[in-house]
């Protein structure tokens, strides 16, 4: 877990949280904001993404929980990933059965960073998970999505693949939370090690462990846990009055100036991540159990625009879909947009 090969642990997709009117906002700047254009032929999709995520979260849950561990106590974010890991491993059949990996490529995508490549749906999604902490509400979703038209219009089949891609961003999160709950476990592991071997550290092996842990990104908790360890402890009183601080203890000295200025982020962080973690796996359950059909009759700029006709309204749900396939393919052929051809 701490291998620099790994790189940076990820931070977690946690911008500041949105209330309906920063929402609205938000959604028609990042509709005139985003370029879109068709995929192109063998373009990948974010399913390789979704395959490493699922592994990242098995290894990262076999660490935290199979192999033995000194004493250390699970933390509340990592009990959360502990009692619904079921559910996060029956998100991959799910987003299988949901939408084919055909049916994305069939997807605008977008041409500029940092989400290039990938559906434009994955960048509402992604930008709907961030500014929520990972939390679901269909209300707020749906302000979101009619506020993002305005300036951008989505497809049917765009709306459609909202939920499996929600759920694909959310699986992204969860993976960043449980690789970062895992990596500060293995960095508050070998603060303790060093702590119990502090005798034979000089500062140069202590330089070196740092350094490793600022390119993984846990520096910090190390250095937390470390000077927590070392807390009271001396070095043989040999006849002093005041025992001489241990030569761990003066190197922290000049590495944590404010213990509890670093102890104090990392209490925020911690509850941060727990709150994350638990609004991500709510949502997940949420999503399922979301009347997707009546949040997308609220969404759908081609739907509402049917709706006006007194003949389309009248129809039974089968006759609407077809005519609604009928205007997907016309737009597909024509380039104009969905709601412009049933405006036709």
């Given at each position: 877990m701490l291998g620099v090969r790994a790189g940076r642990v990820l931070e977690p997709l946690r911008a500041e949280v949105f209330g309906v009117a920063r929402f609205e906002e938000h959604g028609r700047h990042l509709g005139a904001s985003h370029d879109a254009g068709k995929a192109s032929l063998g373009s990948?999709?974010?399913?390789?993404?979704?395959?490493?995520?699922?592994?990242?979260?098995r290894a990262a849950y076999r660490y935290l929980f199979d192999a033995p561990h000194d004493e250390h106590a699970i933390s509340p974010a990592a009990e959360w990933l502990f009692d619904n890991f079921h559910l996060i491993e029956s998100q991959l059949k799910e987003i299988r059965a949901g939408l084919s990996p055909r049916y994305y490529r069939s997807l605008p995508v977008l041409q500029s960073a940092p989400l290039v490549g990938l559906p434009r749906v994955y960048g509402v999604a992604w930008?709907?998970?961030?500014?929520?902490?990972?939390?679901?509400?269909?209300?707020?979703?749906?302000?979101?999505?009619?506020?993002?038209?305005?300036?951008?219009?989505?497809?049917?089949?765009?709306?459609?693949?909202?939920?499996?891609?929600?759920?694909?961003?959310?699986?992204?999160?969860?993976?960043?939370?449980?690789?970062?709950?895992?990596?500060?476990?293995?960095?508050?592991?070998?603060?303790?090690?060093?702590?119990?071997?502090?005798?034979?550290?000089?500062?140069?092996?202590?330089?070196?462990?740092c350094a490793v842990m600022e390119e993984r990104g846990v520096?910090?908790?190390?250095?937390?846990?470390?000077?927590?360890?070392?807390?009271?402890?001396?070095?043989?009183?040999g006849g002093v009055p005041v025992p001489p601080l241990l030569p761990v203890q003066q190197w922290l000295q000049t590495a944590v100036p404010d213990l509890v200025a670093l102890q104090t982020r990392q209490q925020i962080n911690q509850a941060a991540d727990q709150l994350s973690m638990g609004n991500a796996v709510t949502a997940l359950r949420l999503i399922g159990a979301a009347d997707w059909s009546d949040i997308i009759s609220q969404t759908s700029l081609v739907l509402r625009t049917m709706l006006?006709?007194?003949?389309?309204?009248?129809?039974?749900?089968?006759?609407?879909?077809?005519?609604?396939?009928?205007?997907?393919?016309?737009s597909a052929r024509s380039g104009q947009g969905e709601a412009a051809v049933a405006q036709a």
């Open positions: 990948s999709t974010f399913y390789p993404r979704l395959q490493s995520n699922i592994r990242a979260l930008s709907f998970v961030a500014h929520t902490d990972s939390a679901f509400d269909e209300s707020l979703l749906v302000h979101f999505l009619n506020a993002y038209q305005q300036t951008c219009e989505l497809s049917q089949g765009e709306l459609w693949a909202l939920p499996t891609t929600l759920r694909v961003v959310l699986i992204e999160n969860l993976r960043r939370l449980a690789e970062r709950l895992a990596s500060h476990k293995a960095a508050q592991e070998l603060a303790s090690l060093c702590a119990a071997r502090c005798e034979a550290l000089t500062p140069e092996t202590l330089d070196a462990a520096a910090p908790v190390f250095l937390a846990h470390l000077a927590q360890s070392m807390a009271g402890r001396r070095a043989p009183a006006q006709s007194p003949v389309f309204a009248a129809e039974d749900e089968a006759t609407r879909n077809t005519t609604l396939h009928g205007i997907e393919r016309l």
